[in-house]
């Protein structure tokens, strides 16, 4: 996960910490993806939770002819003469990504990660400090591909500053489900694991069309769902473009969202008169508790309070744009309906 435009309203310390946690969101996610700023998709959300014990990558595919030249997020043409060797990444779910493929061994570099997943990315030095990038370290690690973040998660002047020494820069970023397949076949091709990284794709997919299938099937009214990103102090959850939310509709849910296809501030009001049936935690792995949000002020009236479905998720999983995207489905449709049964 996990992705960002700058803010169009304050932001508390803590939004802050988990949009860069976040996808983050995410991927913080580590999705959402949360957003940098609240006005974004959020990245794969990179909540500090802890993350489940590692598979075995995958045997590498066949290296690809090179050069290739792959077209990153920010229409910039990247052309890489051979497979690259020494990779740095600087998102989380890329970072995923390429152990996922097999070219885990070739990273040399990665971003901050409360929890870096899997754990052999751990004794990997990080080279960002809350999406800030040390441009001296990446520079001196002497990679030849960096991956970075769009839409301001990777800042554009660190880009820039590395693509003025030679280095050849991916930019990646996926605002939806089917931008999460199209950024992991990307990074393949750039890695020379292409053939992987397709079959890893090709599985996702269908794994997140069968749960989206069982979530949905035989359902006739969907209970709508509040997925809370931060409420220290303003309400921010999904825009209505947002990952979050196309996650929550998967999952059998009908998202509900600030009414902004790009900002991810709510009013108290709005939050009410949509009155959730389902209130999902976000930022749960922050110390918000079911019971802490069932005693805020105007918030007991909603059908989700008084009926006692405010859940914690894991939003790391759930909103980062990597290879466990499925394994968040799951678990957010679990959510959304602890009966259902899936694959």
Same mark, same amino acid.
């Given at each position: ?8 309203? /304050? &932001?508390?310390?803590?939004?802050? #910490?988990? =949009?860069?946690?976040? *996808?983050?969101? @995410?991927?913080?996610? !580590?999705? $959402? %993806? ?97 999406? /800030? &990038?040390?441009?001296?370290?990446? #520079?001196? =690690?002497?990679?030849? *591909?960096?991956? @970075?973040?769009?839409? !301001?998660? $990777? %800042? ?188």
């Amino acid at each position: 996960m996990s992705r960002v435009r700058r803010p169009r309203v /304050a &932001v508390s310390p803590i939004l802050i #910490v988990i =949009l860069v946690a976040l *996808l983050a969101a @995410a991927c913080t996610g !580590g999705s $959402t %993806p949360a957003p940098a700023t609240p006005s974004a998709q959020p990245p794969a959300t990179q909540a500090a939770t802890e993350a489940p014990a590692a598979t075995p990558a995958p045997t590498p595919s066949p290296v690809a002819a090179f050069p290739v030249t792959v077209t990153g997020y920010d229409g910039t043409e990247v052309a890489i003469a051979e497979q690259p060797k020494r990779i740095v990444s600087l998102t989380p779910a890329a970072t995923e990504t390429l152990f996922a493929i097999g070219a885990g061994d070739r990273i040399v570099g990665r971003s901050e990660d409360p929890n870096p997943f899997p754990a052999e990315a751990a004794a990997l030095p990080a080279l960002t400090n809350m999406m /800030a &990038v040390d441009v001296e370290k990446v #520079v001196a =690690l002497e990679p030849d *591909l960096v991956i @970075a973040g769009g839409l !301001g998660f $990777t %800042p554009d002047d660190s880009i820039a500053q590395l693509r003025n020494a030679g280095i050849p820069v991916l930019v990646v970023y996926a605002s939806d489900v089917a931008g999460v397949m199209g950024d992991i076949r990307t990074i393949g091709k750039a890695s020379g694991a292409t053939e992987a990284a397709n079959t890893l794709a090709d599985g996702m997919q269908a794994d997140i069309d069968a749960i989206a299938a069982a979530a949905t099937a035989g359902v006739t009214t969907r209970p709508r769902v509040f997925y809370e990103i931060d409420a220290t102090g303003d309400i921010y959850g999904p825009a209505d473009k947002s990952f979050i939310a196309e996650m929550v509709n998967l999952a059998g849910g009908d998202a509900v969202t600030t009414g902004s296809p790009d900002v991810y501030s709510i009013p108290l009001e709005r939050l009410i008169e949509a009155n959730p049936d389902v209130i999902l935690l976000g930022d749960a792995a922050y110390g918000v508790t079911p019971e802490a949000v069932a005693g805020r002020t105007g918030w007991g009236t909603m059908t989700a309070v008084t009926s006692g479905a405010i859940r914690p998720v894991d939003d790391v999983v759930i909103t980062r744009p990597g290879p466990r995207l499925g394994e968040g489905l799951r678990a957010l449709a679990k959510a959304v309906n602890p009966d259902v049964t899936l694959p």
